[in-house]
């Protein structure tokens, strides 16, 4: 019923900055949180942020200094700015929003994840 296209990734230099987007189609009428994860090669994806519908935020204590999360609500879009960056925060990011939808008239909720976007941060 959603379907996620994520972009924004690519490679910077250290220090620099870089937003990532994860735009949301479909049926999104009903939002109810969403949130960011980042995957090394090899290694269990780990928690960056989750943004909620209220538009609360949390951080993994290591990137609240320098990560923000935020959404558009006018067009689903989910945005990770990313500021000082560093070569650990090279990684796969991925989005994961989360949608209230009827089925048969009984409310659930989904998650839909996006395809992944690559950063690379080096000199």
């Known amino acids: 019923q959603v379907h996620i296209v994520q972009s924004g990734g690519g490679s910077v230099q250290p220090g620099g900055s870089l937003t990532l987007s994860c735009a949301a189609s479909?049926?999104?009428?009903?939002?109810?949180?969403a949130a960011w994860y980042r995957q090394y090669p090899g290694k269990e994806r780990e928690w960056v942020a989750t943004?909620?519908?209220?538009?609360?935020?949390v951080y993994a204590d290591s990137l609240k200094e320098r990560f923000l999360a935020a959404r558009n609500r006018a067009d689903n879009t989910i945005y990770l700015y990313m500021t000082r960056l560093r070569p650990e925060d090279t990684a796969v990011y991925s989005c994961?929003?989360?949608?209230?939808?009827?089925?048969?008239?009984?409310?659930?909720?989904?998650?839909?994840w996006g395809q992944g976007t690559q950063v690379t941060v080096s000199s």
């Open positions: 479909g049926d999104t009428s009903n939002f109810l949180h």
């Open positions: 994961k929003q989360t949608f209230e939808f009827r089925e048969s008239g009984e409310l659930k909720a989904a998650d839909y």
């Open positions: 943004f909620q519908a209220g538009g609360e935020t």
